[in-house]
C-alpha cells in the first residue's frame, strides 16, 4: 500500500509538472492576463495538500473501522460475561457461590477491558492531519489597499 502511495505522489507530480509546462508554454504566447493567478509552486503545494487529505482521510477512517470492531468484540465479551452469570445465578443455591458467580463476571469484564485497551493502544496515535499551505500575498493588492481612503465613521 506504501509504494503504491509513493508512485501514484510520482505519476501525480509528473503529471501536474507536465501540465504547468505546457500550460506556462501557451501562456507565454499568449496575451498577458490583467488578474495574476497563483504561482505554480503554490498550486504544486495545494496538489500535493489534496492528496496527503485524501491519504489521511483513509488512514483515520481505517482506524475508526478497526476501532469499531475492537469495541464490538468487547461488547460481545462483556455480554457474554453478563449472561452466563445471570443464567449460573438462578441455580446457584448459597451465598458463596453466588459471591464466586459475581467474582467470576467481574474478572471476565476486567479481562475484556484490558484486552480492548491493550488493542487500542497498539493502534497507535492519531495520524496527523496534513497543513494546508499558505497562499503567497500578491503585493500589488496591498498597493491598493494602501491607497484606499477610509471612510469617517458616523459619531453620535
Do not use: C, W
Not at 500500500?1 to 508554454?25: D, N, Y
Not at 477512517?61 to 443464567?87: G, L, P, W
Not at 474478572?107 to 477491558?113: E, G, K, L, Q, R
Amino acid at each position: 500500500m506504501h509504494h503504491l502511495g509513493m508512485r501514484l505522489r510520482g505519476i501525480a507530480l509528473v503529471v501536474i509538472s507536465l501540465t504547468l509546462l505546457f500550460s506556462s508554454s501557451i501562456n507565454a504566447s499568449a496575451e498577458p492576463t490583467p488578474s495574476p493567478s497563483p504561482s505554480p509552486d503554490y498550486q504544486i503545494l495545494m496538489n500535493q495538500y489534496r492528496l496527503d487529505l485524501d491519504r489521511y482521510r483513509d488512514l483515520v477512517q481505517a482506524r475508526e473501522k478497526a476501532r469499531s470492531q475492537i469495541n464490538r468484540t468487547f461488547m460481545v465479551a462483556v455480554n457474554d460475561a453478563n449472561h452466563e452469570a445471570r443464567m449460573t445465578m438462578k441455580v446457584a443455591k448459597t451465598a458463596a457461590i453466588k459471591n464466586e458467580i459475581l467474582s467470576k463476571q467481574k474478572i471476565a469484564v476486567t479481562a475484556a477491558s484490558v484486552a480492548r485497551d491493550a488493542a487500542i493502544a497498539a493502534l497507535g496515535a492519531l495520524p496527523t492531519p496534513p497543513v494546508k499551505p499558505i497562499k503567497p500575498v500578491e503585493m500589488g493588492t496591498l498597493n491598493k489597499m494602501k491607497n484606499k481612503k477610509s471612510s469617517p465613521s458616523p459619531t453620535r
